[in-house]
C-alpha cells in the first residue's frame, strides 16, 4: 500500500519538475515477472523506469550506507530496495532478487555496468536470470543528465526492447554469460537507435 502512495507522490512531482515523459517499446514489456537491465546514466532514471512499468511493482538494489537514516530506510524498505554491502557483496545479492521475482512477482531494475561510468558488465543479470527463470528486458533512458536538465523540462524518452535471447536450459558458464552481455549491449544501442539515431552517450562524472 505504502508503495503505491510512494508511486503516485513520485509520479506528480515528477509532472510538476518536467512534465510527461515518452515511452518507446511498451509492447515489449512482459506479463511475468521480468529483469529491467539498462546502462546506468542518472541517479533518477530507476524512478522512470518503475513509472513506465506501473502498475507492477518494482524491487532494486541500494547501497548498504543508505539504510543507516532511519527514516530513509523506512522509505527504502517500502519501496521495495534492498541493501546490498558493494565492498563485501553475500548471497543475499542474488537470494533477495530472486525471491522477489520468483515469490512476489515484482519487477527487478538492475544496472549491469554497476555504476553510471563504468562500461564493464558484470555476470549477476545472468545468474539472477537463470536462478529466477525471468526474462532480461533492456531498458534505456535519454534524457537531462544534469538535475537542472530536469527542472528546465528537457525531454525524457524511456526506451524498452525486446527481450534477451537466454537459454534457460543451458549451463551457464563464461561463453553464455559473454553472450548475454554482448546481446544487453546491442540491445541498449538498437533502443538508442530507435529513440534518437544522432544520439550519443556523454557521462557527465563527479568533479573530485
Request: glycine fraction near 6%; proline fraction near 8%; charge should be positive.
Amino acid at each position: 500500500m505504502f508503495y503505491k502512495f510512494i508511486r503516485a507522490f513520485v509520479k506528480g512531482l515528477v509532472f510538476i519538475l518536467n512534465g510527461r515523459f515518452n515511452v518507446v517499446g511498451k509492447e515489449n514489456l512482459p506479463d511475468g515477472p521480468y529483469i529491467i537491465v539498462a546502462p546506468h546514466r542518472t541517479w533518477w532514471e530507476p524512478v522512470f523506469f518503475a513509472l513506465v512499468i506501473a502498475p507492477r511493482e518494482a524491487t532494486f538494489m541500494a547501497k548498504i550506507e543508505l539504510f543507516k537514516n532511519p527514516i530513509i530506510r523506512f522509505i527504502l524498505n517500502h519501496a521495495h530496495a534492498f541493501p546490498v554491502d558493494r565492498k563485501h557483496p553475500g548471497p543475499s545479492v542474488i537470494k533477495t532478487p530472486v525471491k522477489a521475482l520468483k515469490n512476489k512477482g515484482q519487477v527487478l531494475i538492475m544496472f549491469p555496468s554497476g555504476t553510471r561510468y563504468s562500461e564493464d558488465l558484470k555476470g549477476g543479470a545472468s545468474l539472477i536470470a537463470k536462478l529466477s527463470k525471468a526474462p532480461l528486458v533492456p531498458f534505456v533512458y535519454q534524457g537531462p543528465l544534469k538535475f537542472s536538465g530536469l527542472l528546465k523540462h528537457q525531454q525524457i524518452t524511456i526506451g524498452v526492447g525486446p527481450e534477451i535471447d537466454f537459454d534457460f536450459k543451458a549451463k551457464l558458464d563464461e561463453e553464455q554469460t559473454k553472450k548475454v552481455n554482448e546481446d544487453m549491449e546491442q540491445g541498449w544501442k538498437d533502443i538508442d537507435k530507435e529513440i534518437d539515431p544522432s544520439f550519443v552517450y556523454v557521462p557527465v562524472k563527479n568533479k573530485k
